[in-house]
C-alpha cells in the first residue's frame, strides 16, 4: 500500500480506534493489521512518533500502568479535543472519499 495514502489517513485511524478504548502501542499496531486485513502494517518505528505529535498536540494522553501480564505499558486514550479533531477528520474524509469516487466513476457537477 502507498504510505502517502496511509499518512494521511493515519491519525483519522489512531484517533478512531481511541474512541473506542485505550490501547498501548503494540495492542494497537496489531488491532490496525487485523482490522484491516494485513494491509495496514505500522512499524513501531512509525507509531510512536505520530502518538507524541498527536500527544504534543493534545490529540491523546498517555499514562503507565501495569498490564495482565505485569509488565508496564504506556497506555494511549483520546481527549476531548481529540474527539473534536476527529469528527473533522472523519468529515474530511468523507468529502475526500465521496469526491475520489466521483472522479473514479466519471460522475460530478461544476464547481461554482
Given amino acids: 500500500m502507498d ?3 496511509i499518512g494521511g489517513s493515519t491519525v483519522l485511524m489512531l484517533l478512531s480506534l481511541l474512541q473506542e478504548k485505550e490501547y498501548y502501542g503494540y495492542e494497537i499496531i496489531k488491532e490496525i493489521e487485523q ?3 494485513c494491509i ?3 512499524k513501531e518505528g512509525t ?3 505520530v502518538l507524541h505529535r ?3 498536540q493534545g490529540l491523546v494522553k498517555s ?3 501495569t498490564a495482565e501480564t505485569g509488565k508496564e505499558r504506556k497506555y494511549y486514550q483520546i481527549t476531548v479535543k481529540g474527539k473534536t ?3 473533522k477528520e472523519k468529515e474530511q474524509w468523507n468529502a475526500f472519499t465521496i ?3 466521483k472522479v473514479l466513476g466519471g460522475a460530478g457537477y461544476a464547481c461554482p
Fill in 3 to 5: 504510505k502517502g495514502l
Fill in 35 to 37: 482490522r484491516s486485513n
Fill in 40 to 42: 495496514f502494517q505500522f
Fill in 47 to 49: 507509531l510512536y512518533p
Fill in 54 to 56: 498527536m500527544e504534543s
Fill in 63 to 65: 499514562y503507565k500502568a
Fill in 85 to 87: 479533531q476527529l469528527a
Fill in 99 to 101: 469526491s475520489v469516487k
